[in-house]
């Protein structure tokens, strides 16, 4: 079955300062991989998704991820944080197929210091 | 368009009381999702629907926990009897078709304490 590892509970960075968010992904065949991003008392927000092609995705409010099939990785960036991204940020793999098997990490936690 | 809607946005019982909570997806939308998230997880998955039908319920824990969607709409959740571990945000997601390249669209959850 898989599953997603994010390694970083709560990270903290100053504004303007890039950021990385980290991603490993346990997954049999390709993965469909997904960053969603949810602000206190919020539902989550989809930031981007990779399915096949170009291994760089862009999303909005300025995110990035890589997809690295050698490392088993999704990690998110940005290159200039603002204030407005504190909030916590969920990694998600799935299959091909179905919603269903949509797996999430347990999150991180991003504190932007002013 | 207008959003997913949920409700009570707070709801706070004591153990081995009941609790119901209602969804209302986006319009059009045929697949309906109920996620429990415990503080400090991501997102687990309770129950889908696609329209009317459950696609999966293989992680609600159906002696306690009851989902419905009798029109095809709107849904509800409910919890009897409830345990303090129940305490959770229950999240409700819907999305047009139920592959991965249809966005999950989510509420603002109903955030559930047991005491």
Redesign the interface.
């Known amino acids: 079955a898989q599953s997603v590892t994010q390694p970083d509970i709560h990270i903290t960075v100053s504004e303007g300062a890039s950021l990385e968010l980290r991603c490993n992904y346990s997954y049999g065949a390709t993965p469909y991989l997904f960053w969603y991003v949810q602000s206190p008392g919020q539902g989550l927000q989809l930031l981007l998704k990779y399915f096949s092609g170009d291994t760089l995705v862009q999303g909005i409010k300025g995110f990035e991820a890589e997809f690295k099939r050698s490392q088993s990785s999704f990690n998110l960036r940005k290159p200039s944080v603002h204030w407005s991204d504190a909030a916590e940020y969920f990694c998600a793999v799935g299959p091909s197929y179905n919603n269903n098997d949509m797996r999430f990490g347990a999150g991180t936690r991003l504190t932007v210091k002013p | 368009e207008a959003g997913?809607a949920q409700s009570p946005r707070y709801k706070i019982i004591e153990k081995r009381q009941s609790v119901a909570f209602w969804c209302n997806p986006i319009s059009g939308h045929a697949?309906l999702?109920w996620y429990q998230q415990i503080l400090?997880?991501?997102?687990?998955?309770l129950i889908?629907f696609q329209n009317n039908g459950v696609?999966?319920d293989s992680q609600l824990p159906k002696d306690r926990f009851s989902a419905e969607r009798l029109k095809g709409v709107d849904s509800t959740l409910k919890i009897q009897p409830a345990k303090l571990e129940d305490s959770a945000v229950y999240?409700c997601?819907s999305?047009l078709v139920?592959?991965?390249?249809?966005?999950?669209h989510?509420?603002?959850?109903t955030r559930l304490t047991v005491t």
Request: no cysteine; aromatic share 8%; hydrophobic share 25%.
């Open positions: 997913v697949t999702y400090g997880q991501g997102p687990k998955l889908q696609v999966d999240l997601a999305s139920s592959e991965p390249n249809s966005p999950l989510f509420g603002n959850g």
